[in-house]
């Protein structure tokens, strides 16, 4: 095991960095090993995942002393962001700072930082076509990702830049997951009118950041994008529908109108969307699927994903 090179994992126990532990330790014959990061190495996951072969090690991310301890003698790490758990941009700025500075420290050879569009380059502040949000942003988990990057360029980081896509596994969660209309129908809801949406398996993010580490240095300093299908609204209602044995319809919405939804983010999430339809070609064509297979042969379409997940997609009573 000395002589593997070791990939650091940040945020370990959640979605993306769980798939990249799992795929570097499942490759028994690998040249890596993995040192997965977690704010509680006693929790169930993290258990887990030492149980896998991983070194699971405690650190924060906005800590920069425990990161460039935790990065000591590695080769690699992958490093990603939660805006979720806070809806702060600037703390995703800070926080990738803090890794991307103690990447610098230890002397990283490779890191691939999770990221997606600063969609101000798109759509600028003054911009009407969308509200500017907290000021600052048009799509806040977006922009503060996008900007991030420009730190880990200024700090010479050797970095790859991974566009991620929509999860599929959002489908497991209530909010996202087919609702009842005023009829009792189920339906799902998007402002993408007819364009397509890119979206992937969160499984087969890590597999193919470490297909990423995989090839060495050739995409440092690149900026790539995965997905493992494009799928209208109209055809997610379908695979929906086939694989649960119910009727499930592709509600349009303007973006305004999914804006004001009642949920925490729903402005956010409601431009994110209007980004992605109104640039719809070039969002796509940051993420080739055929690309993304060549990085992971294992690469699952929305329809292999359904056959093994349906059953846990939460559905109101009929």
């Known amino acids: 095991m000395s002589d593997k090179r070791i990939i650091v994992v940040a945020g370990a126990t959640g979605h993306q960095g769980s798939g990249l532990v799992r795929a570097i330790t499942a490759d028994k014959s690998?040249?890596?090993?993995?040192?997965?990061?977690?704010?509680?190495p006693d929790s169930e996951k993290a258990r887990a995942l030492a149980a896998l072969g991983a070194e699971v090690v405690a650190a924060n991310i906005d800590d920069f002393e425990a990161m460039k301890a935790a990065y000591q003698g590695a080769w690699g790490a992958f490093c990603v962001t939660f805006y979720w758990d806070h809806f702060l941009p600037e703390?995703?700025?800070?926080?990738?700072?803090?890794?991307?500075?103690?990447a610098r420290a230890a002397g990283l050879r490779h890191v691939i930082w999770s990221t997606l569009e600063d969609t101000r380059k798109w759509v600028p502040l003054d911009d009407n076509r969308m509200p500017t949000l907290h000021e600052k942003y048009k799509v806040p988990h977006y922009d503060g990702k996008g900007e991030s990057n420009e730190i880990f360029t200024a700090l010479g980081v050797p970095t790859t830049f991974l566009l991620t896509s929509f999860f599929y596994d959002n489908f497991l969660r209530a909010g996202a997951a087919p609702q009842k209309d005023p009829a009792g129908d189920l339906m799902i809801t998007f402002p993408l009118d007819d364009k397509k949406l890119p979206s992937i398996a969160v499984e087969d993010i890590g597999r193919c950041a470490y297909g990423i580490f995989q090839r060495g240095t050739e995409?440092?300093?690149?900026?790539?994008?995965?997905?493992?299908?494009?799928?209208t609204g109209a055809e997610i209602a379908a695979a929906l529908s086939k694989a649960l044995h119910r009727q499930v319809r592709y509600n349009n919405v303007p973006p305004d109108v999914f804006r004001a939804f009642d949920f925490p983010g729903a402005d956010d999430l409601g431009n994110m969307f209007q980004f992605k339809r109104d640039f719809n070609d070039y969002y796509c064509g940051a993420r080739s699927i055929e690309?993304?297979?060549?990085?992971?042969?294992?690469?699952?379409?929305?329809?292999?994903?359904?056959?093994?997940?349906?059953?846990?997609?939460?559905?109101?009573n009929r």
């Open 219 to 231: 995409f440092i300093g690149k900026t790539v994008g995965i997905a493992g299908a494009h799928l």
């Open 30 to 40: 690998g040249g890596f090993t993995v040192r997965a990061l977690t704010r509680n």
């Open 91 to 102: 703390k995703e700025l800070a926080e990738a700072a803090v890794m991307a500075r103690a």
């Open 291 to 316: 690309f993304t297979r060549s990085l992971n042969p294992r690469l699952q379409s929305f329809d292999q994903w359904l056959a093994a997940n349906k059953d846990h997609i939460p559905l109101p």
